[in-house]
């Protein structure tokens, strides 16, 4: 069974940062994910990383938003920067199992960039 467990949402001001971490359960992934949702909006991807470390943006979060993980702590990081309002969303991560195309979700965490 894969648990994750997100943390680091919050409340920021425009220009602000913020790092959500997602930890997973004792698995191999291929792939991790961070994907965010919007009041009225449909889900959209932000960010992916790789087994092998590589990276992918959305266009609205390029330059601004970086994924890491930390493959020891089969931890996920997304660390946002030059935050803008619209960046306001549920932040949910994903992984997918390592030979498989089952992803898992985390449970979201919200953040709100307002002054």
């Known amino acids: 069974q894969v648990q994750l467990v997100e943390s680091g949402g919050g409340l920021v001001q425009p220009g602000g940062s913020l790092r959500l971490s997602c930890a997973g359960s004792g698995n191999i992934f291929s792939r991790y994910a961070w994907y965010r949702q919007a009041p009225g909006k449909q889900r959209e991807l932000v960010a992916t990383?790789?087994?092998?470390?590589?990276?992918d943006y959305a266009d609205s979060v390029q330059g601004r938003f970086t994924i890491s993980r930390d493959s020891a702590k089969n931890t996920v990081y997304l660390q946002m920067n030059s935050l803008k309002p619209e960046d306001t969303a549920v932040y949910y991560c994903s992984v997918r199992l390592i030979g498989t195309l089952i992803d898992y979700w985390g449970q979201g965490t919200q953040v709100t960039v307002s002054s």
């Open positions: 990383i790789s087994r092998g470390d590589s990276t």
